[in-house]
């Protein structure tokens, strides 16, 4: 590319324990589109409720039983992992945390930050079983937008095991 800068961004759903695969993905990208990374972790027992008036998110916790209305944010390791990743690319990051349908969250700020692409990993253990059920967050953003959605293996099978929701 020529001295042009770039818009927009790489956005990335992120989940703890499961950053530095994906983010190693994301930074190679948005190094080669000179463009920031936003890390973006999503808490699926929340759902927003409007705006107050002076703009700030109302949050209610999905079970009307739970009285906790903060969502769960990244560990600071995670954190970590994604500061030093992306200063080896020389990219910039930053992180979000939102709350919902991870599908729709991560689709909304890419729009709001006019991605190139949305980066998402794979589910690992009990939540491929989960996925399976749900409907991968992957393949339902590659339905439901329009941006390019590339998906990382974490911790992938390889062709002689079985899937999960193959396993008996």
């Known amino acids: ?7 927009g961004a790489v956005v990335v759903g992120v989940q703890a324990g499961q950053v530095r695969e994906v983010i190693t993905v ?4 948005a190094e080669r589109f000179t463009v920031p990374i936003v890390c973006v972790t999503v808490d699926p027992a929340l759902m927003s409720a409007g705006n107050r008036p002076d703009g700030s998110e109302i949050i209610e916790p999905i079970d009307p ?9 990244l560990p600071e390791a995670d954190r970590a992992a994604i500061e030093q990743i ?5 990219v910039q990051a930053s992180v979000l945390t939102k709350v919902g349908d991870p599908a729709h969250a ?3 700020v890419a729009d709001e930050r006019d991605a190139v692409m949305i ?8 939540r491929r079983i989960t996925e399976f059920f749900n409907g991968s967050v992957a393949a339902r953003l590659a339905h439901q ?5 590339l998906v990382v293996p974490v ?3 390889g062709f002689d095991e079985s899937l999960p929701w193959d396993a008996s």
């Open 1 to 7: 590319m020529t001295g042009a800068a770039q818009t």
């Open 26 to 29: 994301a930074a190679q990208i």
């Open 65 to 73: 039983d739970s009285a906790d209305a903060r969502p769960v944010d």
């Open 86 to 90: 992306a200063a080896a690319r020389s």
């Open 106 to 108: 991560l689709a909304a």
């Open 119 to 126: 980066v998402v990993g794979t589910q690992t253990g009990r």
């Open 145 to 149: 937008q329009h941006r390019p959605v």
């Open 155 to 157: 911790d992938p099978v």
